[in-house]
């Protein structure tokens, strides 16, 4: 199959992959009554009395924006908003087939920081939730740092947190199938832009101490001069030791290799060089930074990257439909550390101990009890954080997702 031709053809066939579809029926004059005037007045004044109705009333409870500004699309750098806009709409596919969340693509044309924060938050009446994507580094942690305070609605960038979530709940598994514990495993990082810092973030939080980020400046270290103020944090906590170098020495002996870096440069050489049992994880996308049967000749036990056509696919398709899932089920204000760390152990809960392989750590992302265990663990972590406007048992969330997408 021709990638190119068969993704041209489908779009075109279809003007774009999507469409609004109405909930009800309007073919009689009383519906009409009932769906717009006159009897549309009433929603909207029960909205203005109480305006957490909305998202009851109105499509907005189940409704989330993914929002771009272009300026760093997959593998394809600063393409623009109009080009950017075939990956939205791609993304609001995933979050309807994978949790039955509705979804908008919005592309901006507002390169400027202060004026897509200021456009993305007079959306807040018309969502549940803003899924940032795409968005460059580093002004893509201003952006939604200032968002989250600004909004009182759940402000996620996926590229950064999506990619972590995902890539924790692959090293669980590996970690638990060799037989090492996070907390002492030697971690290097390549790669310390928006997806790398939040893994590192990530994996320092659910209690990695031995954890080492790599840019091509070399290793990350406290007092590092150069660094952005995410860097900065990050390098306050990991490399405690101050070891300096560059990816070739401080992947001699390190446990797990994680690359949120470039095509190839995980070469068999740094491989070959690792601990015994070693576990690879690279992400870059679309092409990783070495290729599952070069990892695998070269020594690495446990491969886990991005693709489809290689075991262990760590893929952020497991994460942010649940995680939307859960937040807007419980009319979530927020997405904290918590709801990831718990996103990320419910993913890799789902492969029992008994199960382990090396080619299967953690689960498919077309695994039906994804979405909702990953709901139900971001919803209970939701409700007892107060970060939840409703109360419901997370058990009747994740119920309800397994029925939502009819799996």
Known sequence: MDIREEALKLRRK?????????KTTLTTREELSIIY???????????????DLSFELTCRGNMVAVVSDGTRVLGLGDIGPA?????????????????????????????DPEKFIDTVQRLEPS??????EDISSPKCYD???????????????????????????????????????LATARIVVNGAGAAGTAIGRLLVNAGAKNLVMVDMQGALYDGMPGLNRIQEQLAKTTNLAKRMGNLVELAKGADVLIGVSG?????????????KDSIVLPMANPVPEVMYAEA??????????GRSDAPNQTNNVTVFPGIFRGALDVRARRITEEMKLAAAYAIAGLVPEKDLRDDFVVVDVFDPRVAPA??????KIAIETDVARIKVDPEEVRARAAARIGR
């Open 83 to 111: 080009a950017a806009m075939p990956v939205m709409e791609g993304k609001c596919i995933l979050f309807k087939v994978f949790a039955d969340v509705d979804a908008i693509p919005i592309c901006l044309d507002a390169k």
């Open 143 to 181: 952006i939604e740092d200032i968002l989250k305070e600004k909004m009182n609605i759940p402000v996620f960038h996926d590229d950064q947190h999506g990619t972590a979530v995902a890539a924790l709940a692959t090293l669980i598994g590996a970690l638990r199938l060799v037989k090492k514990d």
């Open 374 to 379: 990953v709901a139900a663990a971001v919803a």
């Open 127 to 132: 969502f549940a939730g803003i899924n940032l």
């Open 296 to 305: 695998i000749e070269a020594g690495a036990r446990i491969y886990g990257s």
């Open 263 to 275: 095509p190839g440069l995980f070469t068999q050489e740094i491989i070959g060089s690792m601990a």
């Open 37 to 51: 005037t006159p009897g549309v007045a009433e929603p909207c004044k029960d909205i203005k009395a109480n305006p």
């Open 14 to 22: 279809h003007q774009g992959l999507l469409a609004t579809c109405p």
